[in-house]
């Protein structure tokens, strides 16, 4: 069992900024000030000191309009703005260890998301012969966590006046900065009060006003700051949300996944309870049915109406269907996408029929029944094999019928496979397959969610659709390497993708030459399956072309680039 993650063992909180002898200082200097009684002190000494030079001995040292008073005023808001900046940093600081943290505790439930989906995926191989009950993709935003940084406050300047902000706020947001502030006033007043200083006597006007002018300047970096850290929390915030995005959708993929294998168990049940291969025997003996009545003009009798012997004959074809379907490299699965369709070439139509019919054969052999049609399938009636042959061809649909999904089993024999090329050619055929995808939505100015959403869902039908083995495993394997960049466009992603093309049908050209016209089919079928997804141009939709001309050039050059001559 895969060893949990280890998460860290408490929350990351704002004291946890508060080391040392600054922080701490610095910490019970904002919880003293920042407080109401700190508020209501200051309100009763100003009022206080207020009344008494007005009408007290204060009178005659700071008589109205309280000079000294103001100057302590701002000697004191300058020391604030000061504390403030501090505080701003140590939230600051705190709120980039949360989002780190945040970072951290996402990608080890992403881990553990993933670890589970693998497990499913171990449960699908052995309910299912190894092929998946439910495709789809991750959230995208799991695999775009992994390389973003957690958002931090001087991210967010990215500007020049940004960047000068933010140093400014490192710089002055220090406990030195404010020692080295209050120490200046200090020696200012007591040189001042020695006479050695006469430029600036009590009651200090020129400090006050050059107080006030850098509490001015204060006040906008703070401000500043309060932005940088309003964008940083936003970052945050949009981050959490995706992380809590992606977990549901992750969730409800589990959950989907989940009740597929419970309706695969409940189908296995049914299986071994006989209700499935009486099911699949009334299908067949429908299909047959309609065949005798197109074929020799007559109504054969209702499934519950038929004599037993017929009936046991056809649970017998159904309980070996399975094995006959596996002849074609296909499997019976429970239905869990109407949309993967699979249709029998001829030559396994052919063989279908054939071996059932000489299963049957070999079954009557030993019986007492004389029937015309115990002869070798080429001495049959025309009539006759064209009635088995299209029993044969309905063998989709009648499984359908019955809740089940016949699909193409990737592992099956027959044509080339992963095994007969090296690990990097096998992942140059898989960006080759999402280049010719890309190039087309890159034509017309981008790839948008649509076109991704049509190309992924094109590899996933073939991968289990597909008639040709190689296909359905290089599309089931698909890593979605795309070869994209951030910023790129057409004319810079074409040389690349024809590279990448032409590198792919050499390679399969050289190791399975068979396989080439296919592959250069579902490459030109991807390409025209992602331009046919947007209708561009017109005039709100009047007008709009399903494939534009740029979006012919792109599949031109997808199909040229796949041609190996």
């Not at 992403?110 to 449960?123: P, T, V």
């Not at 070798?376 to 299209?390: F, G, I, Q, T, Y």
Request: with cysteine; aromatic share 8%.
């Amino acid at each position: 069992m895969p060893r949990l993650p280890r998460l860290p063992r408490r929350p990351a909180t704002t004291a946890d900024e508060q080391v040392g002898f600054n922080g701490a200082f610095a910490a019970a200097l904002t919880r003293a000030i920042g407080s109401m009684p700190a508020l209501y002190v200051v309100l009763a000494l100003v009022a206080g000191w207020m009344a008494l030079a007005t009408w007290g001995p204060l009178r005659a040292v700071d008589p109205y309009p309280f000079a000294f008073l103001l100057f302590l005023d701002n000697v004191v808001q300058l020391v604030l703005c000061l504390v403030i900046l501090v505080g701003q940093r140590v939230l600051g600081g705190a709120a980039d260890r949360r989002s780190v943290q945040t970072y951290e505790n996402a990608e080890a439930v992403f881990e553990q998301i993933a670890d589970l989906q693998r497990h499913l995926d171990e449960h699908d191989r052995a309910l299912s012969r190894g092929v998946s009950l439910l495709e789809s993709s991750p959230h995208p935003w799991i695999q775009q966590h992994r390389v973003q940084r957690p958002p931090q406050a001087l991210d967010q300047a990215v500007s020049v006046n940004g960047r000068i902000a933010a140093w400014l706020t490192q710089r002055l947001g220090s406990m030195w900065a404010f020692y080295l502030a209050a120490g200046t006033q200090v020696v200012w007043m007591g040189l001042a009060a020695l006479g050695v200083q006469r430029l600036d006597p009590y009651p200090f006007p020129f400090m006050t006003f050059l107080s006030t002018l850098v509490q001015l300047v204060f006040m906008i970096v703070i401000m500043v700051g309060q932005g940088v850290l309003g964008q940083a929390g936003d970052r945050r915030s949009e981050q959490t949300y995706l992380n809590g995005e992606a977990i549901l959708h992750e969730c409800r993929r589990m959950k989907a996944r989940l009740e597929a294998q419970d309706r695969l168990i409940e189908d296995l049940s049914r299986y071994t309870r006989g209700e499935l291969i009486e099911d699949l025997a009334r299908a067949i003996h429908d299909v047959d049915g309609q065949a005798q009545r197109a074929v020799h003009a007559w109504v054969p009798p209702r499934w519950d109406q038929a004599p037993e012997e017929h009936k046991a004959v056809t649970r017998a074809q159904a309980r070996q269907l399975g094995e006959h379907l596996a002849l074609v490299g296909c499997v019976m699965v429970p239905a869990f996408d109407p949309a993967l369709t699979v249709a029998f070439a001829d030559d396994e139509v052919l063989l279908l029929a054939q071996r059932e019919h000489d299963r049957w054969r070999t079954e009557q052999a030993s019986g007492e029944l004389a029937d015309p049609h115990l002869v070798a399938w080429d001495d049959l009636p025309e009539p006759v094999r064209a009635r088995k042959l299209h029993v044969a061809r309905s063998i989709p649909g009648l499984v359908a019928s019955v809740g089940m999904q016949v699909v193409r089993d990737g592992r099956a024999r027959g044509g080339a496979g992963e095994e007969d090329f090296t690990a990097e050619e096998w992942a140059t055929l898989q960006r080759a397959m999402m280049a010719s995808g890309i190039l087309v939505g890159l034509s017309v100015g981008g790839v948008d969610s649509d076109e991704m959403f049509a190309l992924v869902k094109t590899l996933r039908e073939a991968s289990v659709a597909h008639p040709r083995r190689f296909i359905r495993e290089v599309a089931a394997s698909s890593a979605f390497d795309t070869g994209l960049r951030p910023g790129v466009k057409y004319s810079e992603y074409l040389p690349y993708a024809e590279k990448t093309i032409r590198s792919a049908a050499a390679i399969v050209a050289a190791t399975a030459p068979a396989e080439l016209p296919d592959f250069r089919e579902f490459l030109v079928e991807i390409a025209t399956v992602v331009a046919e997804v947007n209708q561009e141009g017109g005039f709100l939709g009047v007008g709009a072309q399903r494939r534009t001309p740029k979006e012919v050039a792109a599949m031109d050059a997808v199909r040229l680039a796949a041609r190996h001559d």
